[in-house]
Nanobody, 123 residues
């Protein structure tokens, strides 16, 4: 059973930074592409960033491009989402998720999910 555990969320002022981590266990991490998603109250879960199995390819939602960076360390079974220049509209529960093969932007494509971590950006 693959398990994902996010950490690093919290409360930050607008313009600040946070670094989320996602620790994966129970599977061969390097076989999975990873996606980061977020869900704000009353809204659907949306794609934030994706990273390939090797870490050599990343993709970002337009809303976070240039501010967020995702990375992974396959030796440590861990991925990260560095979030800079945070805005109040970035407030949401953030999730990491994995799937075989390539990262996609679709929630339905992912097989395993973490429990989420709250990010709150104050104005």
């Amino acid at each position: 059973q693959v398990q994902l555990v996010e950490s690093g969320g919290g409360l930050v002022q607008a313009g600040g930074s946070l670094r989320l981590s996602c620790a994966v266990s129970g599977g061969t991490f390097s076989r999975y592409a990873m996606g980061w998603f977020r869900q704000a109250p009353g809204k659907e879960r949306e794609f934030v960033a994706g990273i390939s199995r090797s870490g050599g390819s990343t993709t970002y939602a337009d809303a976070v491009k240039g501010r967020f960076t995702t990375s992974r360390d396959n030796a440590k079974n861990t991925a990260h989402l560095q979030m800079n220049s945070l805005k109040p509209e970035d407030t949401a529960v953030y999730y990491c998720a994995v799937r075989y093969f390539t990262a996609t932007m679709e929630v339905r494509d992912y097989d395993y999910w973490g429990q989420g971590t709250q990010v709150t950006v104050s104005s």
